[in-house]
């Protein structure tokens, strides 16, 4: 190809790209910028399912969020189900990675039944940990009674009914925390830690030194990803609690819906919504900062 | 190198029993729902070992005779045709984005990570006003529009992440050759990103059949799905828990083979880089 006609080459294949993208660019601005504009829209109106609305804008919304105390009792349930829950997806998930990668060697069924649990949808999940915590159903409560301890009704407590939400998030998700850990794992080459060995380095401060530095950014992505997920906490809390004992497990995403289709205040559960978007936004900028740099 | 010392050894033990807690934590909830869905309906509410021979195919039977197998039908129908549909367009799109030089891909990256995290509760409130009142509420091609919300952005995201990894000499040398973009993608690059569209469509479909928030709002009888149906054997006053969990047995065998599939790429959907 000659220097003349490559500028020109270039820019009708960057028509051609631009032509191959523009479909999905009018698909995402129908399904997705047109809802969120929506959003948007009525978090400033004063839509109402039952009471009427007068289609009048403002930021009241916006400032009754401010004082509002049920919105701070959602925010500190969902900072402890995200915080507990990512804790102990990444630590398990991390354990079970370096065992299945160190202990066992290649045991592929142990994967498969790790993996297991990633494969159940969230209801399945919400559903079987709630029979679970069904003191009069559970096989855990009726073999502590063997021996006369009777374990308490986790669902009926505060912090237990955060807790039982916690451990059904985390069996259905330290599978993803695994994987990521694990294929990370598997992409140190394993000259490194021979190196490190023959540098006199025990097996426990070459893991911590050569091994361990090298899965941050996976460590890092694996966190974003599952603490971004755990913002969205729907089905658990609709199936295993209500939102309940009193208002202890109603996370913000659930309060949004509460206000919204119970309350049928629209406008209120809409700004709830934006308010978690902007959080979105924040976070997800930064993932893709951090994608960009560690693809480039 | 084979270390013997007694101190590996204790750690070697102190490993493996560590693994196997984390097994049995792992695998008591599926043993569990299994042996509840074999289980005789009045010997529900006993401990297994008082009862070990409580065994019955009624709870299978009473949902093979339910509404639910339609209910397993509409996951079905959805989770395809939205993720053929998003298939479809959001393939080329991930090839653009990863092969040409337009500005602005960051941007990109962050509108579709952005539209992944979105919680989604913003979309579906606009959504459901907006079904009420074009008498989408309870349709196919509401649901399956809705659901494109879902599937497309990680269809994108995934295809990208692919497609960045066929080398850009690859498609440069068929367009030489005298190839059209086009024929460059369906002949070159396609073929040589197949596992990964392979993945993204897994992934669009295991993210719809998993969905209860979006049917749980734009759904009522007629296109109800697998994951809200399930919510029919919970009534005020009991819970009929043999249902359950066949019900939630049937709810992940489908998609247990596809899982099994995709578990590799599930890592190269969220990053190529984090591969290692």
Known sequence: MTSKSQPRATAELERGYRNMLLPAVFAVGIFAIVPLAGMLALSFSDYHLIRGTNWDFGFKNFVRLASDKRLMGSVYAMSVLSFFGVLTQVLIGAAIAVGLSKIVGKWRLGRVLFLLPYAVPHVAVALIWLSLFTPTLSPVNAFFDLFGITVPSFLTTQNGALLAIVMADTWTNFPFTMLIILAALQGISPDLEEAAALDGATRVQSFFYVTLPLLIPAFLMVTLFRFIDSLKHFPMIFVMTKGGPGRSTQATNYYAYIQTFQNSNVAYGAAIAVTLFIVAAFISFYVARLNQRITS | ?276
């Open chain 2, 1 to 276: 190198m084979i270390d013997n010392t007694s101190s590996f050894r204790v750690k070697k033990a102190f490993g493996v029993t560590m693994m196997l807690v984390l097994l049995f934590f792992a695998a008591l909830p599926t043993v569990w729902v299994l042996i509840m869905s074999f289980r005789e309906q009045a010997a529900i509410f006993e401990p297994i070992w008082e009862s070990p021979l409580a065994v019955t195919l009624d709870n299978y039977r009473g949902i093979a005779r339910s509404d639910f197998p339609k209910a397993l039908l509409n996951s079905f129908i959805c989770a395809g045709s939205s993720t053929l549909l998003a298939m479809i367009v959001g393939v080329p799109a991930g090839f653009a984005l990863a092969k040409s030089r337009l500005s602005g891909k960051f941007y990109a990256s962050w509108l579709l990570l952005l539209l992944r995290m979105a919680p989604p509760v913003g979309f579906v409130i606009p959504l459901f006003l907006l079904y009420v009142n074009a008498g989408l509420i309870d349709t196919y091609f509401g649901l399956i529009v809705a659901y494109m919300t879902l599937t497309l952005p990680l269809i994108v995201w995934s295809m990208w992440n692919s497609f960045a990894q066929v080398p850009d000499e690859l498609i440069e040398a068929a367009i030489m050759d005298g190839a059209t973009l086009g024929k460059a993608f369906m002949q070159v690059a396609l073929p040589a990103a197949r596992p990964g569209a392979v993945a993204a469509a897994i992934l669009g479909f295991l993210i719809v059949w998993n969905d209860f928030f979006y049917a749980l709002i734009i759904t009522r009888s007629s296109t109800v799905t697998a994951p809200v149906a399930v919510m029919n054997f919970i009534s005020y006053d009991s819970v009929d828990w043999g249902s359950i969990a066949v019900a939630s047995i049937a709810l992940t065998l489908p998609i247990l083979p596809l899982m099994v599939i995709a578990n590799r790429y599930i890592v190269q959907s969220l990053s190529g880089a984090v591969k290692g």
